[in-house]
């Protein structure tokens, strides 16, 4: 059964064109997270939704929004895209952003744009 | 500014042939210190937690251990299942988000 789920896995597009990745969580948790990882493997987090409520919002460019609709789905959804962003991104939850939670991580979607 | 440095960015061992992994981090409180696996084309996987120094925590073939500036990972005897990059992140007082390291390529030959 699994705990995080990401779709797709895959997702190679145009330059400018603007897509969406999805993200669920059966945990029961209450923070979900998104991260990018670059070439050099380097994880950055973007974004950090507690119960639905954003609490952590990088500088990431105004192209990327999350959106929540319940405590187990965090969307990110990407207007205009750019060669810059391609890159894996990994969804996570956690019980509870402010304990010294694990985080468990989705399989990643890897974006690449062309 | 909170900062997490992992050495050796790669390290390759024979099967059997024990070693460490450093995480040095500079942070303004420590919450808590966080060890995880990733496998290529999967997300991390949590292995440990360590909150204070002096702690270690055991899981098979790895021991994390902590200091007031860095953290260890030791592998003994390690087998060829144990290749993956190895990544800390650390939890600073200050704010709740986790700090990431470049993580450590681990190789196993057998």
């Known amino acids: 059964d699994t705990a995080v789920s990401q779709t797709p896995k895959y997702l190679v597009t145009q330059m400018g064109n603007d897509k969406s990745i999805k993200c669920e969580q059966n945990?029961?948790?209450?923070?979900m997270y998104w991260y990018k990882q670059d070439s050099k493997k380097f994880l950055k987090i973007m974004f950090s939704y507690n119960n639905k409520e954003l609490i952590i919002n990088e500088t990431v460019p105004n192209r990327f929004s999350p959106k929540s609709p319940d405590k187990a789905h965090l969307n990110l959804h990407i207007n205009s895209l750019e060669l810059g962003d391609s890159a894996v991104y990994f969804c996570a939850s956690s019980q509870d952003v402010r304990s010294y939670n694990e985080q468990f991580f989705g399989p990643g979607t890897r974006l690449t744009v062309l | 500014e909170d900062q997490v440095t992992q050495s050796p960015e790669a390290l390759r061992l024979q099967e059997g042939e024990s070693s460490s992994l450093n995480c040095s981090y500079t942070v303004s409180g420590l919450r808590g210190l966080f060890w995880y696996r990733q496998d290529p084309g999967k997300g991390p996987e949590f292995l440990f937690t360590l909150y204070s120094a002096g702690e270690e925590k055991e899981k098979e073939r790895l021991k994390a251990t902590l200091t007031k500036k860095e953290s260890f990972l030791h592998i003994t005897a390690p087998k060829p299942e144990d290749s993956a990059t190895y990544l800390c992140a650390v939890q600073a007082s200050s704010n709740y988000q986790l700090i990431w390291g470049a993580g450590t390529k681990l190789i196993i030959k057998p």
């Open positions: 945990l029961g948790h209450d923070t």
